[in-house]
């Protein structure tokens, strides 16, 4: 008599049965990965909204003591490293570490990265800077993915559970500003860095202890290189870290590499990395000619994500400088850190999102393209810089102090436009990208935040050499405008980027 033998690992790397519903109707593993993403929005956003704040403070006061171009500057060139180690992050998941191994480790090296960070030295800073950045890269591309992993392909819960899950991160990003933000201002930058730290570890610790309930946690890769090549592999890229970091080191001590030279380099790599990516892609024979077509109306798409989150990401960096200079910090008598409007976004994002996802099912086939969507999201970020025109026009120095309204008012409006820019975005990436590309859709994704980090790495140095007026006003002209060329392009967009609606 025979007897059937079931692989636990291979029986763990499928969907769980459809009747799991614990979880408002979801899977319980949703619980678990968006628990995870509350604590690492939590920390990363945390330390965010506080980072900037930290470079531009005074030496004596426990800061770096940079200009505030400089501060803008560096904390962009961090946000552009952290998106191009993502793509390195789901190739390492697909060929060697498989997901749920790349999300933990990823989340081990990000709270190593913040308890460094908590040392009151610069070079534990930056040292700091680095793990948080090769963690990040290594779980926030893949954590997406195993939420995908919960759900069979004809599950009709997927979109209600990426819902759920969207809402997690933004609770954390409601919620890490508050707290990182209060240590700071009360007890020092490096407590706020301390805090991220324990929220991480959290998240880690209710990661591990669910991981029963979560797809794709074998050992091995899904798309796992052959054994040869697996060695191979790995020893390129211990050599290739060592070789890169002596040779930074010896840069370093010699001179060359500085800071800024620093900072211009990661914006070269995230102008040349989606190049090649997109040229690979419109070049390869697997490609065929109905895919290329389809890429083209991307091209379009991935501008306007740029353009998009070259404003947003400045929420947590010159929006800050100007909060903590020039806004008032205080709301119907209550005092407040100035990083505690970093928090608004968060706060924004979760009571939008529900009104959003109701207004589109209420629509129904009624409802804008998706390049509308978007074009309208990259406008309405434009707006939230123009806002700022208003209450910085007409005066000088940092003797004036406008309302809190306005910044609140501008993160709402830029809120809404990430909510819009965000899901259509992304669901068009999957639905555009060719088949031959499939696995590494997401990668294109986080090349135009890595690009608009890199952008905004090189404008932010302009902060403070020109008025405020003009600084807002300009970058957020060139929002809007790039957002109405997409509306214009509607057309041509409808009939070339199907079958996305």
């Not at 930074?248 to 500085?258: C, S």
Request: hydrophobic share 50%; with cysteine; aromatic share 12%.
């Amino acid at each position: 008599m025979s007897r059937t033998t079931t692989d636990p690992d291979s029986a763990a790397d499928q969907p769980p049965p459809g009747d799991d519903t614990a979880f408002f109707g979801q899977p319980r593993g949703l619980l678990t990965l968006s628990g995870l993403e509350v604590w690492e929005r939590f920390s990363f956003l945390g330390m965010q909204a506080i980072l900037v704040l930290f470079f531009a403070d005074t030496v004596a006061h426990g800061g770096m003591g940079m200009d505030p171009g400089t501060a803008a500057s560096v904390s962009a060139a961090y946000g552009t490293l952290v998106y191009l180690v993502s793509v390195a992050g789901g190739w390492l998941a697909d060929r060697i570490l498989g997901s749920y191994r790349a999300v933990l480790w990823g989340g081990i090296l990000i709270a190593c990265g913040h308890y460094s960070m908590a040392v009151p030295t610069a070079t534990m800073t930056w040292v700091g800077l680095g793990l948080i950045s090769a963690g990040t890269g290594l779980l926030k591309p893949n954590v997406a993915t195993m939420v995908g992993k919960l759900y069979r392909t004809d599950d009709e819960r997927r979109d209600a559970g990426f819902a759920l899950y969207y809402m997690g991160i933004n609770i954390g990003a409601f919620a890490g500003p508050l707290i990182t933000g209060w240590l700071g201002d009360h007890k020092g930058w490096h407590w706020g860095f301390s805090a991220a730290a324990v929220g991480m570890t959290f998240g880690l610790i209710q990661y591990v202890a669910g991981r029963r309930h979560l797809a794709g946690r074998k050992a091995a890769a899904e798309y796992r290189l052959p054994d040869d090549a697996l060695r191979r592999a790995v020893r390129s890229i211990v050599i290739g870290v060592v070789v890169v970091a002596a040779l930074a080191a010896l840069l370093a001590v010699v001179g060359w590499l500085t800071m800024d030279r620093f900072v211009d380099l990661l914006t070269i790599i995230s102008v040349v990395a989606p190049v090649v990516y997109f040229v690979v892609m419109f070049r390869s024979p697997r490609v065929t000619p109905e895919e290329r077509g389809r890429l083209r109306p991307y091209l379009v798409l991935f501008v306007a994500s740029v353009a998009f989150n070259f404003i947003l990401f400045q929420a947590y960096s010159t929006m800050m400088l100007l909060a903590s200079t020039n806004a008032r910090t205080e709301i119907f008598g209550f005092h407040f850190p100035a990083s505690w409007y970093a928090s608004a976004l968060g706060a924004f994002e979760v009571a939008l999102a529900p009104v959003v996802a109701t207004v589109w099912a209420r629509m129904g086939p009624r409802q804008p393209h998706a390049s509308n969507k978007i074009a309208i999201g990259v406008i309405l970020g434009g707006l939230s810089f123009v806002l700022m025109v208003l209450p910085t026009s007409g005066h000088s120095g940092d003797t004036y102090l406008m309302s809190a309204w306005w910044i609140v008012g501008s993160y709402l409006l830029l809120g809404l436009g990430d909510i819009l820019l965000e899901t259509s975005g992304m669901s068009a990436t999957t639905k555009l990208a060719p088949k031959a590309f499939a696995n590494q859709t997401m990668s294109l994704w986080f090349l135009s935040l890595a690009l608009a980090n890199g952008i905004q790495a090189q404008t932010v140095k302009l902060y403070g050499e020109v008025s405020n007026p003009a600084y807002f006003g300009v970058n957020g002209a060139i929002a809007i405008a790039v957002g109405v060329a997409v509306i214009a392009l509607a057309p041509w967009l409808r009939r070339t980027m199907h079958p996305v609606h």
